[in-house]
């Protein structure tokens, strides 16, 4: 289980987050909403621990163990994956390269080739991408789509325990979030990670049966709800009566 306790960020002397309550039972999925600006990247990069981030206040634990001052390196031998909004570009470094080496720190054993080009041949034609893909740049020159689809490969490679999905769904055609959301479930249905989902619509949520959605304002959650919250903040926004009727919705 993920407890953000009383959870407050700064970055260059800014408060973003505030005073963040958060539990997130294993297995379970949570999507975050709210107007932009209101720090869900933040919360997404800060359960990362990526470095422009300070946490002043409060305290994260993952399965009862304190997490405040793990380094991504560590994060990742967790099982934590974030796929953000813009994946990084990689110029001279292969996927298979950093598979590889990412699969061997991890396992500390040494990989064995023929199962990991076996492994990543077939996950490369799962996920709707040419096997070269293999040997391209990591993210590198890639449009969107196949950075997205990039992103998956490491997924299902890496198989982590708690996905968190920054507007996974954003820039994408109807067809590439039909492809991402089947993904996304195959996975949920394959290993039953933990998935924190950050969107500004449904349409991906559509892949999921049962999920619990918070809703983000300055920096703290002011409403948890289910399927019923995230229609009626599809209809009526997030100046909705059902979260208070208060927000600007941007
Ligand atoms: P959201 O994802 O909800 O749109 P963000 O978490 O990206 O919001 O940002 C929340 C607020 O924090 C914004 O006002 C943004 O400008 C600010 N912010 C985010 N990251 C940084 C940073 N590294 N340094 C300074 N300010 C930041
Ligand atoms: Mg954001």
């Known amino acids: 289980m993920l407890e953000i306790k009383k959870l407050t960020v700064e970055a260059q002397n800014k408060i973003i987050l505030n005073n ?14 709210g107007p932009n600006g209101t720090g869900k990247s933040t919360i997404c990069k800060v359960l990362m621990h990526h470095p422009d981030y300070n946490i002043i206040n409060g305290n994260i ?8 001052n793990f380094t991504p390196t560590e994060m990742g031998r967790l099982g934590f994956f974030l796929l953000g909004q813009n994946p ?9 390269e950093l598979l590889r080496s990412i699969i061997g720190e991890r396992t500390g054993k040494k990989v064995d080739i023929f199962a990991f080009q076996k492994k990543l041949t077939e996950i490369c034609a799962m996920v709707g991408l040419p096997k070269e893909f293999m040997h391209r740049d990591v993210n590198f020159n890639m449009s969107g789509g196949e950075k997205k689809k990039n992103e ?3 997924l299902f490679m890496l198989e982590p325990k708690f996905i968190i999905l920054d507007e996974i769904d954003s820039g994408l055609d109807v ?3 039909k492809i991402v959301g089947e993904l996304l479930k195959k996975y949920y249905d394959m290993y039953h990670p933990t998935i924190l989902i950050v969107t500004h619509h449904g349409d ?10 918070s809703v983000l304002e300055s920096g703290k959650i002011i409403k948890t709800g289910d399927k019923e919250l995230v229609k009626d903040i599809e209809i009526n ?12 919705n941007e």
């Not at 963040?20 to 999507?31: A, Q, W």
């Not at 991906?204 to 959605?213: E, N």
Request: aromatic residues 10%; charged residues 25%; negative net charge.
């Open 88 to 96: 990084t570009e990689i110029e001279g470094i292969t996927n298979a």
């Open 175 to 177: 067809d590439a979030i």
């Open 152 to 154: 998956l490969l490491y």
């Open 204 to 213: 991906i949520l559509k892949y999921f049966t049962d999920y619990q959605v």
């Open 61 to 68: 634990k993952y399965d009862d163990k304190d997490i405040n």
């Open 20 to 33: 963040l309550d958060l539990n997130i039972e294993n297995g379970e999925i949570r999507v975050l909403m």
């Open 237 to 248: 926004g997030f100046r909705s009566n059902a979260i208070g009727g208060n927000l600007d």
